[in-house]
């Protein structure tokens, strides 16, 4: 682009800031420029500056200066004197020297004071502390005289800030007051130096003339025809212009509603479940073993209030125990103990949603039937970069005359394909409720990853709630499905207000 193009497309306040930077020697602070009196405020100045920028005709410089002023204690000292003074003068009165004892008792001077004095005394090089017996003995030197007759560079300071408050002072001068407490105050200000490029240099010398112009038609404009005589300022489509970040849902609620958009077009209705269960409908119901490891409260998140929830059906609650001692009339041989109706009635936060979708076939034991939830599930997890207490599970059954593996097979299918994933695979697998079992995994960044569990629930599932046909079931991670989307490696970021992130983040699904 040549430098007549350039200039064409600049505005007046680009061009006037241009100018004064020339004239200033080719930089400025934004404090001179505005001293100048060629800018009313500030805003002007930086928004020129950074169009200026962007189109690589200045660079803006940010430095971090530090001010200080005097604090409380520092108001005091300078009034009163340094404690350190105070107890040299106190000390030359009395021909030099003092034991601790005589200047906390004599000296009129604060105690916690002279605590403090005496370790500067001794640091100044002022005075000598030394130890007859059980006495302390403070005596000044040749330099703590001649220091009694003039002021030292912390007095000097306490002068300088009290006439000269936010003032800049260098660090190695200023330490020993900035040690103490409350003496010394600092505050942090940001100075902008706006320095023109070899680029805004030339630029600024090629003969830029500010003339009135016109950069936004208006209605009254058009109206009144004054755009007939004004010059109209080009428009820069390759101008940088700021990103602007609407308002959107969270990356974890747009998945929800894409999964649930998906089940619900299969022909899916959508079933929820309450979060606190009893172990009859979380675990035993489901044919999991009363001893499985899963129960055990390092695994499982217990309730105290309630601690017990009855279970008042008695011929479901027979069936089950049955079930687990010896098969029922399941054709199974059970799990072989003593079923406890103590461990059933425990009360604790669901570990699953596959709760929601037993509860619905006791409810509803005819089919057909195609259900889903996606909802919470808590479990006793210690919080790292995969793992997570409280997480979603994406649940759902098909309940028809001739349901089969097969069938399962290609519906999981047919979700992830949705999901946007190409290659899927399952693997045999082994759960409780379940036979046979899978495990489904997807190729995703050039490795195969699990994202949930699937099969055909057990007759010791099934039978009890008088259902006699086939029931495909599955439980599909939500969270680790999401990362996989949304390219993270630790899952605790679904969960961190990062609002970057939650700016940048792509929902292309």
Known sequence: MSISDIIEKLSANEKKLLLLLDKLGGKASLEEILGSKEFKQQVEVMNASAWLQSKKLVEINEITKTSYSLDKEGLKF?????????????????????????????????????????????????????????????????????????KDEDEEILEYLYKNP????????????????????????????????????????SGIKIEEEISQITTRIIKNGSWKKAKIRPYDIHAFVPSIYGGKQHPLTFLI????????SMGFEEIE?????????????????????????????????????????????????????????TGSIGWHYKFSREECEKVLLRTHTTVNTIRYLYENPEPPSKVFSIGRVFRRENLDSTHLPEFYQIEG???????????????????????????????????PYTEPSMEVEVFWNGKWMELGGSGIFRPEVTLPAGVKEPVLAWGLGLERLAMLKFGLKDIRNLYIADLEWLKNVSFKI
């Open 78 to 150: 300078l009034k009163e004197g340094l404690p350190e003074k105070k107890v040299l003068l106190f000390l030359l009165k009395n021909q030099g020297y003092a034991t601790l004892d005589d200047i906390k008792r004599k000296s009129g001077i604060d105690s916690n004071e002279i605590s403090i004095a005496i370790g500067w005394l001794r640091k100044k090089g002022w005075a000598d502390i030394s130890k007859d017996k059980d006495k302390v003995i403070i005596k000044t030197t040749k330099k703590g005289e001649k220091a009694a007759e003039t």
């Open 166 to 205: 936010n003032s800049e002072i260098e660090e190695n001068k200023i330490k020993n007051l900035k040690s103490r407490k409350n003496v010394i105050k600092s505050k942090l200000t940001k100075v902008y130096i706006i320095k023109l490029t070899e680029a805004g240099k030339e630029v600024a010398k």
């Open 257 to 264: 509603e894409k999964i649930r958009k998906i089940f619900l």
């Open 273 to 329: 479940g309450n979060f606190v269960e009893s172990c009859f409908w979380n675990m035993d119901v489901l044919f999991i073993p009363q001893d499985h490891p899963a129960r055990d409260m390092q695994d499982t998140l217990y309730c105290e209030k309630p601690s017990k929830i009855r279970i008042e059906d008695k011929k479901i609650l027979e069936k089950i125990a049955n079930i687990h001692e010896n098969g029922g009339n």
């Open 397 to 431: 059954i098909v309940h028809e005359k001739g349901a089969n593996f097969r069938q399962l097979i290609g519906l999981l299918k047919e979700f992830y394909k949705r999901m946007g994933f190409e290659k899927i695979r399952f693997r045999p697998a082994y759960f």
